[in-house]
């Protein structure tokens, strides 16, 4: 399966309840239910706290390849 972009993450993202750690955000994500890849993106965040789905996206690592 692909490496999900910003576009699909934000379908999780968005039903987030804010302000999250990385750790409830990934909580939050497995209960909606999703994928595998999503949640293995999401888990490339670094530990902090987060607002918004937006300072979500803009914290993950870019990807190279």
């Known amino acids: 399966m692909p490496v ?7 379908r999780f993202l968005c039903h987030v309840r804010y ?8 909580e ?3 209960a909606q239910g999703a994928p595998t890849p999503h949640l293995e993106r ?14 979500v996206l803009q914290a993950l690592p870019r990807l190279t390849g």
């Open 42 to 55: 999401i888990g490339t965040l670094p530990e902090g706290i987060y607002v918004e789905a937006d300072t």
């Open 4 to 10: 999900p972009d910003r576009g699909e993450l934000l």
């Open 28 to 30: 939050q994500c497995v």
């Open 19 to 26: 302000p999250a750690t990385k750790e409830q955000i990934v």
